[in-house]
């Protein structure tokens, strides 16, 4: 079972920032949190990952709070192209562990 | 570069019927996993594949095999299908093993089940 918790759906008007919410209360301290997205009949894609600190990269920032137990992904300007499923994943660093177990993750809709 | 390509892009088998499903890692990846993902779900793990080995399986029947060739492309067969098994199947590549390297994912087979 995924170890995660989001909302099923979110709105967000186009331009503004979407924050999408993730709790992973029983996160162990050598789990890394990982965002995909997956847009309608596509593959997952890859946005952004971090163990404690705050990361950010050209598609978005990751927000993970001290004690590690949520995080909040952040599309600084939302578009409609990331209309999405966003996925939020623990998982183990190194290894043959680190397969992704997915959830239903969260459906962004960014509307006009 | 070419990203992870998967082939066939969809088909359509009955019952019964055997299928085997290809993928090709993006170039110099030497890791591919297979997910598969039923209509309303997030993709379910089935197997990686690290050097031609099994390194990692999900709890799946034995219907479902798969293997790694030198090239590190992959297949995955399913035999004796099920209605069930109708979903989308996708391959990730990887530069090492799952848990160190990020997974890209190609855009997958759409089996059909009739």
């Known amino acids: 079972d995924a170890k995660t918790t989001q909302p099923p759906s979110m709105d967000c008007a186009e331009g503004r920032a979407a924050n999408l919410p993730c709790n992973h209360s029983t996160i162990s301290g050598n789990e890394y949190v990982y965002w995909y997205r997956q847009i309608h009949s596509q593959g997952p894609q890859y946005i952004i990952h971090?163990?404690?600190n705050n990361e950010t990269n050209e598609m978005a920032s990751l927000i993970i709070t001290e004690d590690r137990k949520s995080s909040t992904l952040i599309l600084p300007h939302a578009t409609l192209r990331d209309t999405a499923v966003y996925y939020c994943i623990v998982r183990v660093a190194g290894g043959s562990q680190g397969n992704l177990i997915f959830g239903k993750g969260t459906k962004l809709s960014v509307k006009p | 570069d070419a990203g992870v390509t998967q082939s066939p892009t969809h088909l359509i088998k009955t019952r019964g019927q055997q299928v085997t499903l290809r993928c090709s890692p993006i170039s110099g990846h030497k890791s591919v996993s297979w997910y598969q993902q039923v209509l309303g779900q997030g993709p379910q793990f089935i197997f990686q594949?690290?050097?031609?080995?099994?390194?990692g399986r999900g709890n799946f029947p034995d219907r479902f095999s798969a293997r790694q060739f030198p090239n590190y492309s992959s297949e995955l067969n399913v035999n004796a299908l099920l209605l069930g098994d109708s979903a989308l199947y996708l391959c990730?590549?990887?530069?090492?093993?799952?848990?160190?390297?990020?997974?890209?994912f190609g855009p997958g087979t759409r089996l059909t089940v009739t």
């Open positions: 971090g163990l404690k």
């Open positions: 990730a590549s990887s530069l090492g093993l799952a848990g160190t390297y990020e997974q890209y």
């Open positions: 594949y690290y050097e031609k080995e099994e390194r």
